[in-house]
């Protein structure tokens, strides 16, 4: 039934999936009762009119086109956390690629341990598992692999000016759209495998966003005036990771950096850097090799691994 606005005979899908016709139309049936549109001809067939915007195996695999990112598919309709499954796969054997992906979290896990909303059927709830053969001390470099590649799915999908925010945000008119939390499991000198969280918000009406959050946040609707189909986002966020994990794995960290650095605003501005009871004042000068933000105070250019950065002026 992939063969969206085209028809298929009863006796073709009954050939093509080796069981009787009275099966086909019972799935048809279910297929119906999950919310695909299905179009019932005589002489002519079933069509399929639409598909329920939900992320299933199904529908994101018929689109993937991708060499690591996606070789498996597990799809949750709830899930306490896509980081939580994804470490526990990992510590399994789970294969290079493995992608975890719910319809709503009851404990996504944002930054520092906060919460990220999670509603249901509405965002990209996903985490990946990749297995390079790096150092613990570069595996930070795929964060920001990981925010240039929803940067660009972003833009590529809705032509909307998604800007990097150091260590992990993606913003949209300076407001929340993505956060990322990377997480490993690895010995002294090697890393076992690293997962790759992600949340975007895609579907998110402006009225299930609380006013309470730490920053000012928005969704892909919001920003576009429209509803848009997840399964085109989460495929073009997919294939971004998969191109520029193959950059990286071929030709190091430096491309990855410039092009995060490509998507930031704040190099050569003035910023504050708040880390725990710490308060830094400088000229951003961009990353180093591990991630770290580079701020230029004081005559020394000072390495920050963790904090919230605030533009001054």
Same mark, same amino acid.
């Given at each position: ?22 099966a ?64 526990r ?31 249901s ?8 598992? /990749? *297995? ?12 920001? =692999? &990981?925010? !240039?590649? $929803? @940067?660009? #799915? ?27 939390l ?30 309470? /959050? *730490? ?12 509803? =848009? &189909?997840? !399964?085109? $986002? @989460?495929? #073009?966020?997919y ?68 904090g ?6």
């Open positions: 039934m992939s063969r969206q606005g085209a028809f298929i005979s009863g006796a073709e899908l009954s050939r093509e999936l080796g069981v009787s016709r009275a086909v139309w019972k799935q048809i049936e279910s297929l119906r009762a999950l919310g695909y549109r299905i179009e019932a001809v005589r002489s002519h067939g079933y069509r399929l009119q639409s598909s329920p915007d939900r992320l299933s195996a199904e529908d994101l695999s018929a689109r993937l086109q991708t060499r690591i990112v996606g070789r498996e598919l597990v799809c949750f309709e709830e899930t306490d956390s896509t980081n939580l499954q994804a470490l796969l990992g510590e399994q054997g789970a294969t290079e690629g493995t992608v975890l992906v719910a319809e709503s979290q009851r404990g996504g896990k944002g930054r520092l341990g906060r919460h990220w909303l999670s509603p059927g509405v965002n990209l709830y996903t985490s990946i598992i /990749l *297995r390079p053969r790096i150092p613990p001390w570069d595996a930070p470099q795929l964060t920001f =692999l &990981s925010a !240039v590649a $929803v @940067a660009r #799915a972003v833009q590529q999908v809705c032509a909307l000016p998604a800007r990097v925010k150091w260590p992990n945000d993606i913003l949209i008119n300076g407001r929340k759209v993505a956060g990322l990377n997480e490993l499991s690895a010995e002294t000198d090697a890393v076992h495998f690293v997962v790759l969280g992600i949340g975007l918000n895609i579907n998110m009406r402006a009225d299930q966003i609380p006013a309470s /959050l *730490r920053y000012p946040a928005t969704s892909l609707a919001i920003e576009m005036d429209r509803p =848009l &189909s997840r !399964v085109e $986002v @989460a495929c #073009a966020v294939r971004q990771l998969d191109d520029l994990y193959h950059l990286y794995l071929n030709e190091g960290f430096d491309p990855i950096r410039l092009a995060w650095e490509a998507c930031f605003d704040l190099v050569g501005e003035k910023v504050r850097v708040e880390s725990g009871d710490r308060t830094l004042s400088g000229i951003v000068q961009g990353i180093d090799t591990d991630g770290a933000l580079l701020v230029a105070a004081a005559g020394t250019v000072e390495r920050v691994l963790a919230d950065v605030v533009p001054v002026g």
